[in-house]
DNA sequence: TTCAATAATACTGTATGCAGCATTTAGCGC
DNA sequence: GCGCTAAATGCTGCATACAGTATTATTGAA
């Protein structure tokens, strides 16, 4: 649930963190079935991929006992673990449910919000942009989950943020192949300014509407690539 | 994430289910934090508690691990797992939250739940009613929470009913605590009736206001019991 | 040639053992 | 008697070894 990812701090002389072992493998694994080097439907066996990360089976079935309770894989007894496949409908719904969260974030928000915070939404924003017009998809993406998350992050309740990030985390890999055309790229960036000035207006009702089409579009983008 | 009461269906002749160990831990230390026989701020001590469940320390250390990805225990470098502190704060966030859940589950039962469906409901309503009359307090808990898991079940979204299901867990601990008086109670099942009601009504909103107010409710029960 | 039954293989599930870190306690100096 | 240092203990983190189960391959007969 909660999000493994201690990163270190980038600050020099900051305290040595010592990673567990299960900590680190969990973060690789994760990224190996986002990034599609591991495929939904693939057996993880153990003593293959222990071999490949360089570790033994113990700490690498820790972390896949963690990652089922994450839900990114499932857990069929006496065969080990397999990477969860996503349907249409479970995707489907984990967008009506990532909306309805942002929704609920977007009210407490606009209640909450400093202009400092706010502030902060607006420099991720415009460092978007700029990845935008450089054509950094990549850096585009990161940074668009990471305004995501800010808003939900002041809507200051950790549950929730634990939550979204589980949804955004499981929803990453579909992502990944959503790839959308320059002129509904153009109307997501679009949208996005409008959620900023939302945002800054504290106008929740409207914040909500746009995160909530943001979404619908989001969903129109990828659902055409899904099995089931 | 999932819950992994892979409970047998009462039949005879059903197929034998062999519940991998881990599983069977997860499912013991849950109620053991529940129950407070494991209370906050406990060291889990993989030793012992191994010892007195009578299992090795592997499959052990993986149901620790699957805990912990649902927030129950804190996994603490080298110093193993604690048994996770809720704050007030921290409770009243994720009521905030379930509140959220509900009532978005709620709009969606009232479009697609069929009479069949409802009817489900309403039996476990009374069936909770008749342990209220009978005092029999544990198996009301029971039966209330199976009612809340029911209408989320209705919205016939998956995610959502995970998500859910981890928040109830969460606080079936801190709920244990919130011992309310006969007239708060009382109010609590005309609450239930409404609830029902605006159920079968398919008045979303109204059940929605229901919901709303009996999490209210609910928080003003526990919050006195709560530590920070 | 095809199907079935049996044996072999490979992988998961569980237990045990060892090394390193944290904490506590005992000993020594002041 | 009090504080500091150091050894000792206990526990976690990781690796390895063994047992049981599912799957595949092989051999036999129809």
């Known amino acids: 649930m909660t999000p493994v990812n201690a990163q270190p701090s980038p600050e020099h002389s900051a305290r040595i963190e010592r990673q567990p072992l299960h900590d680190a493998i969990v973060s690789r694994l994760r990224d190996m079935i ?21 570790v033994s089976r113990t700490p690498l079935r ?3 006992k963690y990652l089922a309770s994450e839900g990114l894989v499932d857990l069929v007894p006496s065969r080990g673990a397999v990477v969860k496949t996503f349907g249409a409908k479970e995707v489907r719904d984990m967008i009506d449910l990532i909306r309805s969260l942002e929704q609920f974030a ?7 919000a400093t202009n400092n915070d706010i502030g902060g939404i607006r420099e991720l924003h415009d460092r978007m942009i700029a990845c935008y017009h450089s054509g950094d998809r990549m850096q585009y993406y990161k940074l668009n989950q990471a305004i995501h998350s800010g808003i939900v992050a002041l809507a200051d309740n950790a549950a929730l943020s634990d939550m979204h990030g589980v949804l955004q985390t499981r929803l990453k890999r579909i992502r990944f192949i959503g790839h959308e055309g320059p002129e509904k790229w153009a109307s997501a960036v679009a ?18 509407a746009i995160l909530g089409h943001h979404l619908t579009l989001a969903w129109e983008r990828v659902k055409d690539g899904l099995p089931a």
């Open 62 to 64: 820790e972390a896949i």
């Open 191 to 208: 949208e996005h300014e409008e959620m900023i000035a939302a945002l800054e207006a504290r106008d929740a009702p409207r914040l909500s």
């Open 106 to 112: 977007a009210t407490r928000a606009c209640e909450l």
């Open 34 to 54: 986002i990034e599609g080097h591991l495929a939904p439907g693939t057996r993880i066996n153990e003593g293959q991929i222990g071999a490949a990360l360089g």
